[in-house]
């Protein structure tokens, strides 16, 4: 129940957190695409355009399960409302669950219309359908365990905007989605294989072109560190109650 809650929660808004997300991703493609094409070479065999379009579903993917998660739980905070769900007889692997399956459920549902509505500028094929599943599902999971975790610690709106903002963001862009590292100097691109939103973007980006900046398995066994890392802390802090039981 809570998490058909949740999944109500941002559908019932769906112009705001759904469609609005996919026009910001069209507008990214015109600008950069328009712009870059053929200026830009990434692979020997993709185009500009082809290679921005998995990369604006993925970082699409990512921001909106963070926003899912981190949104609900400070709105319910400061709205007062999560004392209800504190009288529920739900463990906190069932908040956990309820948390991160509705933000993995909005983030495919946003990259699936982003997917939708950029497939006339490019149609990338799809050589490894599997990759993009994968790393689909395990990005949204662990924004959303993400989001789980910034919204227990935020305490108003304002902490909640500073952590998207100068932090989900500028991985997000700094992670590959409008470049390949390997146009940048030495020095950037190892501090480009720091950031573990690269290695989401990279091996979704696999699955499309078959080709990519690391081995998928590299990016695949990092992300599932990752996701069981976040994943840890965020049910150690709800099994304790922080910043919720006060």
Not at 39 to 48: A, E, F, W
Not at 95 to 124: E, I, K, N
Request: charge should be positive; glycine fraction near 8%; avoid cysteine.
């Amino acid at each position: 129940m809570l998490f058909y809650k949740e999944v109500l929660r941002f559908w019932k808004v769906g112009f705001q957190t759904v469609a609005a997300p996919v026009i910001t991703a069209i507008l990214y493609m015109m600008i950069f695409g328009h712009v870059l094409e053929g200026r830009v070479q990434v692979y020997d065999t993709v185009n500009y355009t082809a290679f921005l379009l998995p990369g604006l579903v993925m970082m699409s993917v990512l921001q909106n399960a963070f926003a899912n998660s981190s949104s609900s739980l400070i709105q319910s905070k400061v709205m007062g409302n999560l004392v209800f769900l504190l009288l529920t007889p739900l463990s906190h692997r069932a908040w956990f669950v309820a948390y991160v399956g509705s933000s993995v459920v909005r983030g495919l549902a946003v990259g699936a219309g982003v997917m939708l509505a950029t497939w006339w500028f490019a149609r990338p094929s799809f050589e490894a359908p599997l990759w993009i599943l994968v790393f689909a599902f395990m990005g949204a999971a662990l924004l959303g365990a993400l989001g789980l975790i910034a919204g227990l610690w935020a305490e108003k709106f304002d902490q909640m905007a500073a952590f998207q903002n100068f932090v989900i963001v500028p991985m997000t862009f700094l992670s590959g989605v409008f470049y390949s590292i390997h146009s940048l100097p030495d020095f950037w691109q190892r501090v480009s294989h720091l950031n573990p939103f690269f290695y989401m973007i990279d091996g979704f980006r696999y699955g499309f072109f078959g080709v990519s900046d690391v081995s998928p398995w590299i990016s695949l066994g990092l992300v599932s560190v990752a996701l069981v890392a976040v994943s840890a802390v965020a049910l150690h802090l709800l099994r304790t109650g922080y910043k919720i039981r006060h």
